[in-house]
């Protein structure tokens, strides 16, 4: 389906970051591709660094408290800070009502996630998990071929993940900070 300038208006969803890291950064580059999505606003714990962000990317709200950027002028929120603060910044969004796209793991346990689908539902606003695998081209081929063809109850999944681009210093290393290959890389493979 093709956009119409005649009959349809393309709608501009402002995203706002928090978290101006190696996954907003990664973000940021993805959305100067999307047509429709403009980068507005950025927060981060790192003051020097989300200025730097916003200098680099064309921000024009560098922004000092994230009760700043869940009520600047934005659709949605993109939440690429530590795992431990995921569950915190996404409910105070969606209680902004600011839709959210949080990075992985959206949450550090069952309760938790709950919590932020709970908030979700009370604000009628999208909540979703950064995960880009179930919308790749191979994967829908994949899911389309399993609900024609199934292969029958799974009895055993072995599956294994690396990295080795991440330098010691990297979050995902840290527990305390809800880092951990089964937090951090695990979703991947469990998705699936």
């Not at 539902?121 to 695998?133: D, G, I, T, V, Y």
Request: proline letters at 7%; glycine letters at 10%; hydrophobic letters at 45%.
């Amino acid at each position: 389906m093709e956009f119409d300038p005649v009959q349809d208006e393309l709608q501009i969803i402002r995203w706002g970051v928090a978290g101006p890291g190696r996954a907003g950064v990664r973000f940021a580059q993805g959305l100067q591709a999307v047509e429709g999505a403009t980068l507005e606003a950025v927060w981060g714990r790192n003051p020097e660094k989300t200025r730097a962000y916003a200098l680099n990317f064309g921000v024009f709200q560098a922004l000092d408290s994230l009760d700043q950027l869940v009520t600047a002028d934005v659709d949605a929120i993109y939440v690429a800070t530590h795992p431990d603060s995921h569950s915190a910044i996404c409910i105070q969004a969606l209680e902004a009502g600011k839709h959210v796209l949080c990075e992985k793991p959206a949450a550090l346990n069952e309760r938790q996630l709950a919590e932020i689908l709970a908030a979700a539902r009370r604000h009628n606003r999208l909540f979703m998990e950064a995960m880009k695998p179930p919308f790749f081209p191979l994967y829908r081929r994949l899911r389309r071929h399993l609900q024609a063809d199934p292969i029958g109850p799974v009895g055993f999944v072995r599956a294994g993940h690396a990295d080795a681009t991440l330098p010691p210093e990297y979050p995902l290393h840290f527990a305390e900070l809800g880092g951990g290959g089964i937090m951090g890389i695990g979703p991947y493979e469990a998705f699936f």
